[in-house]
């Protein structure tokens, strides 16, 4: 039989369902846990196995299962991480994420388990002949790595390079696009966040072959043209490329608003604005698993407290009893506030949310607004006033129709911080704008007042980024060419 070893980094990782091991037995049977590269393509059922594979690992608990949420979170002025441990972000939140800090090496190694199991999946399907699927479910796998690969390379540049608009020849991570097999296949130099990008657009192109309009329980877990067309809004958006944009979010269609934001977080995890979600079950986490996201910004943990000193829950027009977003509002017995909307400690079945059709509308507002002119501008507060109204359905204090200009720009701005707060928007937002990042201060001045302090400039890639962990630099010798 075939030993097959999936090489990357300091790490021989081996992808679980292309793994096996080489052993004469006297009898020689072949387990379905447990096959060789080749027979994983003998099936239509272990292809599928395989496919569903590749998003569970993408889905990890230190991926896109709750640390990526964190990270982005942790950067942005919102939170205030008073835990001071290295396992729940104080790093990140101190923006002096070293090589060898725990998160990065836990976020840039399972992020690129995920890669590397879809760059498997993909050369597999693309030079395999006699594949016991038709053209359109092959077609359709193929889409749907890339569609993987291309949102783990999205997550890989907000946190390990200098925003594009800033440089867009600064330095990311490397650029993978073929499966890692031995030990040559880790060097690799690092690519710039242009070429990330570039590729993200080109894995994200043809999407014909992904189901459109993928709503309902199963179909918003899993790639769609809907999902895609998110990830090249959010890619032109990080580059202000407005029209283009504005072109991809107007083919979201057919979802609508929750009738609350709570419905999006309470079971069944979805809604018909369920874009693309990352589901769970028992199976999933397992008893010494939990659920980052919502443990984090919880009392179990005392970590992530939200910033009632400085942040979108201290601005009057977001401290309104009538918004029914502060129904994720907790305090606790000692004064601390958390922002509780993954709040099933116990469970940890929740979804994480990655698109949802609130973010499609705000999206569309700033782009609008950063094209410009009467007609788009008035787009801009009638996408941004709907998206209000939905928590705030009486008692407002400002009317966001009747802003304009510079006034309506930072309505929709803080419009989205306080519609996604803890699902990490907020870092995306500050990074791609290429604004720098500020927490409050731990005391206030001396007239009493609370105040922002700098805590990292675009200037300063050391504490702007993330460091790439210190395995890679060790085994990987193309890093700084």
């Known amino acids: 039989m075939k030993n097959i070893k999936m090489v990357l980094a300091a790490c021989a990782i081996a992808t679980a369902l292309m793994q096996t091991s080489c052993k004469e037995e006297f009898i020689e049977l072949t387990p379905d846990l447990q096959v060789a590269e080749e027979d994983i393509y003998a099936t239509a059922g272990r292809i599928e196995s395989a496919m ?18 964190c990270g982005m979170e942790n950067r942005s002025d919102d939170v205030v991480n008073v835990a001071d441990n290295a396992y729940v972000m104080a790093d990140c939140y101190k923006h002096c994420m070293a090589a060898q800090s725990i998160p990065t090496g ?20 693309e030079t395999r002949e006699a594949l016991p699927i038709d053209n359109a479910t092959r077609d359709l796998y193929i889409q749907s790595n890339k569609f993987v ?14 925003p594009y608009n800033v440089n867009p020849n600064a330095k990311a991570v490397p650029l993978r696009t073929k499966p890692c097999r031995t030990t040559e296949d880790n060097n690799c130099p690092a690519a710039t966040i242009a070429e990330i990008y570039n590729q993200i657009l080109a894995d994200t192109e043809n999407i014909s072959a992904l189901p459109q309009n993928a709503k309902g329980a199963a179909n ?20 202000n490329k ?32 369920t874009i693309f979600s990352v589901p769970f079950s028992s199976l999933d986490r397992g008893s010494s698993q939990y659920h980052p996201a919502g443990y984090f910004c919880h009392t179990a943990a005392v970590v992530d407290t939200l910033n009632m000193r400085t942040g979108i829950a201290n601005m009057p027009e977001f401290k309104l009893e009538s918004d029914a977003r502060r129904g994720f509002y907790f305090k606790d017995d000692k004064g601390n506030t958390y922002y509780e909307k993954y709040n099933e400690v116990s469970m940890i079945l929740e ?24 007609g788009n501008e008035a787009k801009a507060a009638s996408l941004t006033a ?39 928007m ?32 675009t200037s300063d890639p050391t504490s702007y980024t993330w460091a790439i962990p210190s395995y890679e630099v060790m085994v990987n010798t193309a890093l700084g060419k």
């Not at 918003?220 to 580059?239: E, I, K, P, W």
Request: with cysteine; hydrophobic share 40%.
């Open 242 to 273: 407005w029209q283009e944009a504005i072109d991809e979010g107007l083919q979201v269609t057919d979802y609508a608003l929750s009738k609350s934001v709570a419905e999006m977080f309470d079971t069944p995890y979805y809604s018909e604005e």
């Open 52 to 69: 569903n594979g590749v998003y569970a690992r993408m889905k990890s608990t230190y991926f896109l299962g709750g640390y990526i949420t």
């Open 426 to 457: 907020r870092g995306w937002d500050i990074a791609r704008r290429g604004e720098d990042f500020y927490h409050p201060s731990d005391t206030p001045n001396a007239e009493g007042k609370w105040y922002n302090i700098l805590v990292a400039p």
């Open 351 to 374: 979804w994480i949310h990655v698109f949802r059709y609130a973010e499609t509308m705000l999206n569309l507002a700033e782009c609008y607004i950063n094209v410009g002119g009467e």
């Open 220 to 239: 918003g877990t899993h790639a769609s043209q809907d999902a895609a067309h998110m990830l090249r809004m959010r890619v032109y958006m990080s580059m």
């Open 149 to 162: 690969r291309a949102l783990c390379y999205f997550y890989f540049c907000q946190l390990y390079s200098i």
């Open 106 to 125: 836990y976020v840039y190694q399972y992020g690129y388990i995920a890669i590397n199991s879809a760059n498997t999946m993909i050369e597999n399907l």
């Open 386 to 424: 709907e998206v209000r109204k939905r928590s705030i359905a009486s008692g407002d204090i400002i009317d966001v129709n009747g802003l304009r200009g510079a006034a309506l720009k930072e309505a929709i701005y803080n419009e989205r911080r306080c519609e996604f707060l803890g699902e990490g």
